[in-house]
């Protein structure tokens, strides 16, 4: 697969094959993290996989409560998601009840005093520090693609950093930044992905001002 093809169908993977994932392949997707950028170069992220399933459901069990309230606030409208709204909440909450069924669980660690945020001195949220993470994040979501696997990225499990960081031993000044779940996805990988259109996010010269695609065919 090229960039591209790998790029364009790395969607969020919430139906799995119970089939296990070798330490090895976990191993590739996650060397693909070392190569990511951060600022001056400070490496903040490391990860911990879990695949025992009692860990798994006592992750599950921190899990749900967050997202039964995260789906009852959609319900309400106090959330906005993007298109095919029905369709995401129901298979997301398909995924959060079967999560501790998920071969293997990547909690995403990052040292936060070498995260280099440029912007806490702001009047907004601080967002500068993930960019130190993210990057090595995306680089396993991708890589794991490329050899066929599922996975997906959620948060939710960052509002119990406490209990995750005593279940999972993580030191004091560590903090989480996400969970993956990956394993073999049990549907295909799709062909398109769901996103705006370049004409809706890229600007010349000034927000707002279209910019020339040229020869580029939107997918
Ligand atoms: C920061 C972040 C948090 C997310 N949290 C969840 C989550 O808790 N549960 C879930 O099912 N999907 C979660 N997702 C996946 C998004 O719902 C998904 O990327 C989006 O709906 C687009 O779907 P696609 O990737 O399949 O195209 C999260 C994605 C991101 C980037």
Redesign the pocket.
């Known amino acids: 697969m090229n960039l591209s093809e790998v790029m364009e169908s790395t ?2 993977c ?1 139906f799995y094959q119970k089939k296990p994932v070798c330490d090895q392949d976990i191993a590739v997707t996650l060397e693909a993290a070392r190569f990511s950028p951060s600022g001056g170069n400070r490496q903040p992220v490391s990860f911990v996989v879990i695949k025992d399933s009692d860990m798994k459901k006592q992750m599950q069990a921190l899990y749900l409560p967050f ?1 039964e309230t995260y789906v009852q606030a959609i319900d309400e409208g106090m959330v906005r998601l ?1 298109s095919k709204d029905k369709k ?1 909440v129901a298979s ?1 909450d398909y ?2 009840r079967h999560l501790a069924e998920i071969p293997v669980f990547i909690v995403v660690c990052a040292q936060l005093a070498d995260c280099h945020a440029t912007d806490t001195d702001l009047d907004r949220l601080s967002v500068v520090g993930g960019a130190s993470i993210y990057p090595a994040v995306q680089n396993v979501l991708l890589r794991a693609r490329s050899i066929g696997l599922g996975t ?5 499990l960052c509002h119990v950093e406490p209990q995750i960081k005593e279940l999972l031993n993580i030191p004091e000044d560590i903090s989480t930044a ?1 969970m993956i779940t990956m394993g073999w996805p049990s549907k295909k990988f799709p062909k398109k ?2 996103r705006r259109p370049l004409s809706e996010i890229a600007w010349a010269e000034k927000y707002g001002t279209p910019l020339g695609t040229g020869t580029i065919i939107e997918k």
């Open positions: 969607n969020t919430r997202w993007g995401i997301a995924f959060a997906a990225l959620t948060t939710l996400a992905l769901l």
